[in-house]
């Protein structure tokens, strides 16, 4: 059995620090990067692709909405040539600073409210899929699991792995509990490892109301910037590789 354990990084802006990369990294096998339109800038861009370097990690591009202000979680009423634009944009500046460092990018995974709208939204998920296509069809495009962003893949014609998130709550739809509702985040660290690695043998996860959700991941998304977010990471990864399952990129 084998896994990929994804993390956003690179979101500090300026003088402001947000998350834990460097602590994180040896414990992960890919990471978002934050392009500057919800976070981060060219600075810390490319200081968080020369960390990602020496730990020898896979890098992908995390478009989203342009929304510093509210870190790209707010939906923007953009159109679907916007976001088309908006995500080539954003894939173009990743590929160029990792080519700056001799590296290749993996893959593309939305950020936030983009990402929330492109599980639901056919259109939001065509215009990202599209874009991946036209600027490099190499590149995966990150899905969340059983949802639309899959259809847009296919139709696209680029090639995907679906994604399920360890600390995050599922309603029993398959979708993520939105954050402002309560027990949307787990923090519990032996509760998420055991949820990880029951995810991973059998297929399934218990959503908020009890019910049981299938959900099919390549990778599974782990935060860096929340409390006790490395010792959670550590956690997760320690019990995976005691369980025989192969810690790796999805991309190799």
Do not use: W
């Not at 990690?57 to 790209?72: T, Y």
């Not at 998130?165 to 402002?180: E, H, I, N, S, W």
């Amino acid at each position: 059995m084998r896994i990929d354990l994804n993390c956003d990084m690179g979101e500090s802006f300026g003088v402001y620090t947000l998350g834990h990369d460097e602590a994180a990294m040896p414990y992960v096998t890919s990471i978002n990067v934050a392009c500057g339109f919800h976070a981060s800038d060219p600075s810390n861009i490319l200081k968080t692709i020369k960390k990602a370097k020496q730990y020898n990690l896979a890098i992908g591009a995390h478009p989203s909405f342009p929304d510093l202000v509210g870190f790209g979680r707010r939906a923007l009423a953009a159109s679907k040539d916007e976001i088309y634009a908006d995500v080539v944009y954003q894939i173009g500046a990743l590929i160029g600073m990792c080519k700056s460092e001799g590296l290749t990018l993996q893959h593309v995974k939305a950020h936030g409210a983009l990402y929330n709208m492109a599980e639901k939204d056919i259109n939001v998920a065509a215009a990202i899929a599209e874009a991946i296509r036209r600027v490099d069809p190499t590149l995966y495009m990150v899905c969340s699991c059983g949802s639309v962003m899959v259809q847009a893949a296919q139709a696209a014609g680029v090639k995907y792995v679906e994604e399920a998130f360890a600390d995050r709550a599922y309603t029993k739809d398959g979708t993520l509990v939105p954050r402002r509702q309560s027990g949307a985040v787990i923090h519990n660290t032996q509760e998420v490892a055991d949820r990880v690695l029951n995810l991973i043998k059998t297929g399934n996860v218990k959503a908020i109301d009890g019910s049981e959700v299938v959900l099919k991941a390549q990778t599974i998304c782990v935060h860096g910037d929340t409390p006790g977010a490395v010792d959670m990471i550590k956690e997760i990864r320690a019990k995976l590789i005691q369980e025989g399952i192969t810690v790796s990129p999805f991309g190799k």
